[in-house]
C-alpha cells in the first residue's frame, strides 16, 4: 500500500528516500548524498539538463559504492527494483537485474563512464525493472583527479628553548580525508614513501603555539615563507596549537586554509594547518581533526563557509551544520523545547553528536549563496600549470 496526501496540486509523490547506506565515519563505499530537495539547480556547463527529481551523488569512474532507500510510505515488502537510464554511465553492481532490493534498502552501483552533458538517473521501480517509478536519484560521474599532499611536522621554539614536535595520526587521518573528498572525483593522495614527511622548526614568540590573530594573519606568512613552497602539491603544517585570541575567548581555532590566492596577497607560499594538541588517543578527536584537513582542503580549493558566515555567526539551520563548510567542528546544542522554527534542532545531523558534517554539495540552488561546492572545487583542483598552482 502507498500512502497519498496531496496539497495544494503541487506536491511530488515520492513514497521512499535515500540516505548514506551507513552511519560510521566517512568510507569511500558509501557516499554521502546531497539530498536537498527534488529541484535539480543550476547545472554545471559540462553536465547537461537533467529530468530527474530528486537527490544527487557523486560517483568515482570504475569504482562501486552502496546506496540506501528508506521506505517511507509504501509497505516493508513492497518489491522494488533499481534501474539506470543509461549502462554505458552508470550499471546496477548489486542485487543482481535490480532486484529486488533486500529488506536493508542496500542496493549497489557503479560508475562507468564520465561523458560530458549525459545525465543519467537510478530509478527505484515498483514489482520489476519495467514497474512505476517511486522515485530517482542522479549519480554524477567523476573522472578521478589526484591532488598530493605533503604534511610538515612542525616543532615551534621560543627564546626559552625547544618546543614539542607536533604529530597526528596521519596515515589514518589521510585515509579519512580521502573518503570525504572521493565521491568528488577529487583523490587525496598522502604518499609517504613517494613524498616523506617533513620535520620543520621555526622560532615563534612562544613555545609550542602560532600565533593568528593581530593582523596580517600573525606568525601564518612568515611560517609558510620558511617552510612552504608553491607548487603542485598541497602542503599541510601539523602545529600543536594556535595562539587563543583574547577577542573571541570562546572559540579555539583548529584549522587554517591559506589558498594560493590569500598567499599571494600575503607574499607567501600556501598551505593549509592542522592542531594537534589533546588529539592523538582520542578517536572521536582524530576523526573531527582530520575533517577539519578535508574542510581546510575545501577552503584551498577555493570552497567558502556555509553562506559566507564564519564560526562567529555560523548558520542555524539542520543542512548548513551538515556541510563539510560549517565554520565549526563542534555545532551548538539542540534547543528544546523544539518548534518548527527553531535553528539547531538536533544534535545528531546524522554525523555524531554535536559536530558538523562532511556533505559536499552537488546542487546549485538559487538560494544558496555558497552551493555548487563539488563543481567549483573540481575546477579549481585543474588549475595546476608549469607544476605549480595557478
Not at 530537495?37 to 557523486?58: F, H, I, K, L, N
Not at 538536533?346 to 549563496?369: A, I, P, S
Amino acid at each position: 500500500m502507498i500512502r497519498i496526501n496531496v496539497a495544494q496540486n503541487k506536491q511530488v509523490i515520492v513514497p521512499l528516500r535515500f540516505r548514506r547506506a551507513s552511519d560510521a565515519d566517512a568510507e569511500r563505499e558509501f557516499p554521502e548524498i546531497d539530498d536537498r530537495g527534488y529541484e535539480m539547480g543550476t547545472r554545471a556547463g559540462t553536465w547537461g539538463q537533467s529530468t530527474a527529481r530528486g537527490p544527487m551523488v557523486g560517483l568515482t569512474t570504475g569504482f562501486t559504492v552502496t546506496l540506501r532507500v528508506v521506505r517511507e510510505d509504501i509497505d516493508a515488502n513492497a518489491p522494488l527494483f533499481a534501474r539506470s537510464t543509461d549502462t554505458a554511465v552508470v550499471k546496477i553492481i548489486e542485487p543482481a537485474n535490480g532486484g529486488p532490493i533486500p529488506a536493508s534498502g542496500d542496493f549497489k552501483i557503479k560508475g562507468v563512464a564520465d561523458f560530458a552533458n549525459r545525465p543519467v538517473s537510478v530509478q527505484l521501480r515498483l514489482g520489476g525493472i519495467d514497474g512505476p517509478v517511486l522515485g530517482e536519484i542522479e549519480p554524477h560521474i567523476f573522472t578521478p583527479r589526484k591532488i598530493k599532499l605533503v604534511v610538515h611536522n612542525m616543532r615551534i621554539d621560543d627564546a626559552t628553548g625547544q618546543g614539542t614536535r607536533a604529530a597526528l595520526p596521519i596515515e589514518d587521518m589521510a585515509a579519512r580525508v580521502r573518503a570525504i573528498w572521493w565521491p568528488a572525483g577529487l583523490d587525496m593522495d598522502y604518499d609517504p614513501v613517494a613524498r616523506p614527511d617533513k620535520n620543520n622548526d621555526s622560532t615563534l614568540a612562544k613555545k609550542d603555539e602560532v600565533k593568528l590573530f593581530g593582523g596580517g594573519f600573525g606568525e601564518v606568512p612568515g611560517l609558510l615563507r620558511q617552510h612552504s613552497v608553491l607548487d603542485d602539491k598541497i602542503h599541510l603544517f601539523v602545529i600543536n596549537a594556535f595562539t587563543p585570541n583574547p577577542a573571541t575567548p570562546d572559540l579555539t581555532t583548529v584549522g587554517l586554509g591559506v589558498t594560493p590566492d590569500l598567499a599571494t596577497q600575503l607574499n607567501c607560499p600556501p598551505g593549509i594547518f592542522v592542531t594537534a594538541k589533546d588529539v592523538v588517543g582520542d578517536q572521536a578527536e582524530i576523526e573531527l581533526r582530520s575533517r577539519t584537513i578535508a574542510h581546510e582542503i575545501g577552503h584551498f580549493l577555493t570552497l567558502e563557509h556555509v553562506h559566507r558566515k564564519n564560526a562567529t555567526e555560523a548558520a542555524g539551520d539542520t543542512y548548513s551544520r551538515r556541510h563539510l563548510m560549517y565554520p565549526l567542528s563542534n555545532i551548538v546544542e539542540e534547543v528544546t523545547p523544539r518548534t518548527l522554527t527553531s535553528e539547531h534542532r538536533f544534535n545528531d545531523n546524522g554525523y555524531g553528536e554535536q559536530v558538523r558534517g562532511w556533505m559536499l554539495t552537488l546542487k546549485n540552488l538559487d538560494h544558496h549563496d555558497t552551493d555548487d561546492e563539488v563543481a567549483k572545487a573540481r575546477k579549481r583542483a585543474q588549475a595546476v600549470q608549469g607544476g605549480k598552482w595557478s
